[in-house]
Structure formats: C-alpha cells, structure tokens
Nanobody, 120 residues
Framework: QVQLVESGGGLVQAGGSLRLSCAAS????????MGWYRQVAGKQSEVVAT???????DYADSVKGRFTISRDNAKNTVYLQMNSLKLEDTSVYYCNVNVWLTPMSQRDDWGQGTQVTVAS
C-alpha cells in the first residue's frame, strides 16, 4: 500500500507563507501525477495544484501567482509553496498521488491531510 506523509501545515498570519510537503513510499514502480487539494468542512474539495511526471503544473485560479507546486522525483515528494496567504486559504490540505503499481495497473492515494489556518 502506498503511504503518504504530509507535513508543513500550521497557523500563519495573512500575507505570510507556508510550505507543505508530502512524501510517498511503498511498493510502486513510479509516480505519475501529484497534486494538492483542499477542503473546508461542509464544502466540496477543490483542486489547488497538480504536477505531472514531466513537470507540467496547473493551478486553481484562486491561487495562481501565489502558490507553487514542485516535486522531487528522487525523494518521491511533492511540495506546495504558499505565499501571500489569505484568510480564504484556510482549509485542510490533502496531497494526492497517482502511481503505477505494476506495468498494467495504477492507483490513486491520499495523504492524511494537514490543517492550514490563516489568521488576520
């Protein structure tokens, strides 16, 4: 089973920065796409940013220009650098990875979630 360990959440003042990390481990051949999602209690989750195996990244409009997603393939880790944080960025952030378990099968897995709270 693929395990994802997230870190880096916390409390920050509006305008501040945080960096989230998510490290993947387990019996997989390689990682395809990696991404970050967020969800506020009682609301639907939303994609924040994704990055493909080739490095192509995409962002939600609400975070473009403020957040940067990156990955270190040697460490099987995805990062989310969050700058100029706003109150509305407060949420639980989850990482997601899509991996090749075998040459014929893929799997999606989720991290445990890390709370990001932006205070005024």
């Amino acid at each position: 089973q693929v395990q994802l360990v997230e870190s880096g959440g916390g409390l920050v003042q509006a305008g501040g920065s945080l960096r989230l990390s998510c490290a993947a481990s387990g019996p997989f051949l390689r990682i395809n796409a990696m991404g970050w999602y967020r969800q506020v209690a009682g609301k639907q989750s939303e994609v924040v940013a994704t990055i493909g195996s080739g490095g192509y990244s995409d962002y939600a409009d609400s975070v473009k220009g403020r957040f940067t997603i990156s990955r270190d393939n040697a460490k099987n880790t995805v990062y989310l650098q969050m700058n100029s944080l706003k109150l509305e960025d407060t949420s639980v952030y989850y990482c997601n990875v899509n991996v090749w378990l075998t040459p014929m099968s893929q799997r999606d897995d989720w991290g445990q979630g890390t709370q990001v709270t932006v205070a005024s």
